[in-house]
């Protein structure tokens, strides 16, 4: 079976250019998930989605941040316009309902913003 | 402020010898806890979980170990392996099988020692 695949695998991109990053969830899985991994923050869950609605994007940082999840299979996580601090790995991670807490992770975007 | 904790940010371990990863959590409505790992360039794996109703977990080379009363779990890997070595992260969650999303530590990067 496939897993959790995401594009870009690497970005640099300059500062003030919009950014967007996109997943492919787990066939069959109801929930996707975004995280940011940083140095300082370790991982953190920027957004969730259940069955492609939005439930809770407390985590993420400012409204440079959106992201949408249009259907089943595809989401996107898009930064307008990226700053220099957005830097990070960003792993987008999904899982099925009723199957516990485990959730499966993409390889993640690495984003530098210059 | 951060609900999961570990504090140590790497750790170095000779090949068979015994590895300790720590993980302190403030939550008390926590109950269902897990260890990922995370090699570079790929996304954090499920290793291992525990639920609060038991104080260890034990799958192969891997124990977890729950003190509910301390809030603090450890990861126990004996014998290490110098392909442990990676990112270990510590998560919990209030409420198993839930919608409730994973709240993770910042990581310990373990190294095993040929």
């Known amino acids: 079976d496939a897993g959790v695949i995401q594009s870009p695998r690497h970005e640099v991109t300059e500062m003030g250019q919009e950014v967007t990053l996109r997943c492919k969830p787990i066939?069959?899985?109801?929930?996707l998930f975004w995280y940011r991994q940083t140095m300082m923050r370790g991982l953190e869950l920027l957004i969730y989605?259940?069955?492609?609605?939005?439930?809770?994007d407390s985590g993420m940082p400012e409204d440079r941040f959106s992201a949408k999840m249009p259907n089943a299979s595809f989401s996107t996580l898009k930064i307008q316009p990226s700053e220099p601090r957005d830097s990070a790995v960003y792993f987008c991670?999904?899982?099925?309902?009723?199957?516990?807490?485990?959730?499966?992770f993409g390889e993640g975007s690495w984003l530098t913003v210059v | 402020d951060q609900q999961v904790k570990q504090n140590s940010p790497s750790l170095s371990v000779q090949e068979g010898r015994i590895s300790i990863l720590n993980c302190d959590y403030t939550?008390?409505?926590?109950?269902?806890f897990l260890w990922y790992k995370k090699y570079p360039a790929e996304g954090p794996t499920f290793l291992i979980s525990?639920?609060?109703?038991?104080d260890k977990n034990e799958d192969g080379r891997f124990t977890v170990f729950l003190n509910k009363s301390a809030k603090h779990l450890s990861l126990h890997i004996v014998p290490s392996q110098p392909g442990d070595s990676a990112v270990y992260f510590c998560?919990?969650?209030?409420?198993?099988?839930?919608?409730?999303?994973?709240?993770f530590g910042s990581g310990t990067q373990l190294t095993v020692l040929p």
């Open positions: 991670a999904s899982r099925r309902q009723g199957s516990g807490n485990t959730i499966y």
């Open positions: 066939s069959g899985h109801d929930y």
């Open positions: 989605f259940n069955n492609n609605v939005p439930i809770d």
């Open positions: 939550n008390s409505m926590f109950d269902y």
């Open positions: 525990i639920s609060s109703i038991k």
């Open positions: 998560a919990a969650t209030a409420a198993p099988g839930s919608a409730r999303q994973l709240t």
